[in-house]
């Protein structure tokens, strides 16, 4: 269900691309961050987002949300690729992963910068610096936990922060 609200939201999102262009959202947990394919360009962005254990049924947010994209434009398609990185509970010594659930405001957010980066690497655009939007940050409790942290293993998230 969320990755329907993710290709909805990117969709719309697209359509401000030049018209010629198909772009199409794909989810796949095996990019590699700072390693794009042949012909890919990079995006990884830090976002707010929520995750719930599988196994406790534990909720907590987090501002340390990494998204990485991997995009590209060849013959009039245009492909974006995507990771959401995932956390895992710290009260559970074997809990799963769990990918998060990342708002629509902050959804919202997200595909906008994604679209600016598209326009910057795909399309030889200048963006300029006034396009950039932020997100608003949850209040968190705890300090981030590199060790339950898929960003923080991939080394694209900056586990210096108490966020």
């Known amino acids: 269900m969320a990755q329907a609200r ?11 691309l030049p018209e010629e262009d198909t772009w199409n959202l794909e989810f796949d947990d095996t990019i590699v961050p700072k390693n794009p394919a042949a012909g890919w360009k990079e995006y990884i962005k830090k976002a707010n987002g929520r ?5 406790c049924r534990r909720q907590w947010p987090s501002n340390k949300v990494m998204v ?13 690729k995507v990771r959401r990185c995932r956390q895992s509970c ?5 809990a799963a ?17 994604l679209i ?20 608003q940050d949850y209040e968190v409790h705890n300090p ?7 960003g923080c293993r991939l080394g694209i998230c900056n ?5």
């Open 51 to 55: 995750f719930a254990c599988t196994t």
């Open 97 to 113: 992963m769990v990918i998060p659930n990342i708002e629509d405001p902050t959804l919202n957010a997200l595909m906008d910068t």
């Open 116 to 135: 600016g980066k598209i326009r910057i690497k795909c399309y030889n655009e200048d963006q300029g610096e006034g396009h950039r939007r932020y997100f």
């Open 68 to 80: 990485i994209f991997h995009m590209k434009l060849e013959d009039g398609t245009g492909t974006v």
């Open 90 to 94: 710290n009260r559970c010594s074997e």
């Open 159 to 163: 586990q210096n922060q108490n966020v």
């Open 144 to 150: 981030h936990e590199p060790s339950n942290c898929e």
């Open 6 to 16: 993710w290709s909805s939201i990117f969709g719309s999102k697209a359509a401000e």
